[in-house]
């Protein structure tokens, strides 16, 4: 059995470890608010876009552009979303599973070589490194960072070899942020751009709470008010459009700012799931080092009861022979 001495420095070294759990956990949940806020501020456009595009999909031509046409594959881009640090359960273990998984199958269909990967994120920008694979660039920065304008800047540079040939699919790989106790692992075709499937993917996000208790969450939805579209609102808009020159020109240039959306949307939902994961890894840290104190505590009261009943029987012994 470990010595007092032992058990007080072990009980000393979870208390630390516990104030540091603690703390990443709110910084986490802090972190997770500044990007659910940043999601919510891209909604707008997102939504107005989607819009115009269903309206125009909607209408009598079959509009068709370069970004939009299936094509024999013969060499694929992956673009795979992770975090840059580490502490966040199994976030980066799912990504660079799927990577491989993802990698493998179009290696084994298509031949060695046919493989490239964009890595947003330095975990898995290791992981495909070390593994070998045709790894394109360094986005770490775009992670700690999200903007744009590097956003479109890896889009052009995909949209350019799509167009000359050089690559035939893009697919991306990131968590799809659902709410902060729920991430979705996904992996969606990019280029070319299933406008019908794109236009009518799963939206829901719940970006108005940072609890990640599913009772808890089901209470929120059960109790949430519907939203009373007042009095006075600006009406939606007129879905009744004049195209000018054509209807093709138009949508090769709306295409392009949907394909920029996606990639800018899947930073933001993977930089969400990051910081969610991060925080349920480190509560959950934080609850089992209470339940680890509980039980050190208890194992140090009950050494320390023994030790002063063996001192009394010594004393009451020593006193019975004098």
């Known amino acids: 059995m470990p010595s007092l001495k032992e058990i007080k420095g072990r009980i000393a070294s979870v208390n630390s470890t516990r104030k540091?759990?603690?703390a990443m956990k709110m910084v986490a949940s802090s972190k997770l608010h500044h990007a659910q806020v940043a999601i919510q501020n891209m909604l707008p456009y997102e939504s107005l876009l989607e819009h115009i595009l269903k309206s125009f999909l909607a209408a009598e031509a079959e509009p068709q552009t370069i970004f939009d046409q299936e094509r024999p594959v013969k060499r694929?881009?992956?673009?795979?979303?992770?975090s840059n640090s580490s502490l966040c359960g199994g976030f980066n273990a799912n990504i660079i599973r799927l990577m491989q998984r993802t990698y493998t199958s179009y290696t084994q269909e298509l031949g060695?070589?046919?493989?490239?990967?964009?890595p947003i994120g330095r975990k898995v920008a290791e992981k495909a490194s070390k593994l070998g694979y045709d790894v394109k660039g360094d986005f770490a920065s775009l992670v700690d960072h999200p903007n744009v304008r590097e956003c479109i800047d890896i889009v052009m540079e995909l949209g350019e070899k799509f167009a000359n040939g050089e690559i035939d699919r893009v697919?991306?790989?990131y968590h799809h942020f659902k709410s902060?106790?729920?991430?979705?692992?996904?992996?969606?075709?990019?280029?070319?751009?299933?406008?019908?499937?794109?236009?009518?993917?799963?939206?829901?996000?719940?970006?108005?709470?940072n609890i990640v208790t599913k009772k808890a969450q089901e209470y929120l939805k059960k109790n949430r008010r519907q939203k009373v579209v007042k009095e006075g609102e600006v009406a939606p808009l007129n879905d009744n459009f004049i195209v000018e020159p054509d209807m093709n020109t138009v949508l090769s240039k709306l295409i392009p700012k949907l394909a920029h959306l996606m990639l800018y949307t899947a930073?933001?939902?993977?930089?969400?799931?990051?910081?969610?994961?991060?925080?349920?890894?480190?509560q959950t840290a934080t609850d089992n080092a209470d339940e680890l104190l509980r039980e050190l505590n208890l194992q140090y009261n009950k050494s320390r009861q023994q030790a002063i009943t063996s001192e009394l029987l010594d004393i009451v012994g020593g006193?019975?022979?004098?």
Not at 319 to 322: A, D, E, I, L, T
Request: hydrophobic share 45%; no cysteine.
């Open 20 to 22: 540091i759990t603690s």
């Open 76 to 82: 694929v881009a992956l673009v795979v979303f992770s």
């Open 112 to 118: 060695e070589g046919s493989v490239e990967v964009y």
């Open 171 to 173: 697919e991306l790989i």
């Open 180 to 209: 902060a106790g729920s991430q979705i692992l996904t992996n969606k075709q990019f280029l070319p751009i299933d406008l019908e499937g794109e236009l009518g993917r799963d939206h829901e996000r719940d970006l108005t709470t």
């Open 267 to 282: 930073l933001l939902d993977s930089v969400a799931s990051e910081h969610a994961a991060r925080m349920v890894a480190m």
């Open 319 to 322: 006193s019975v022979n004098n």
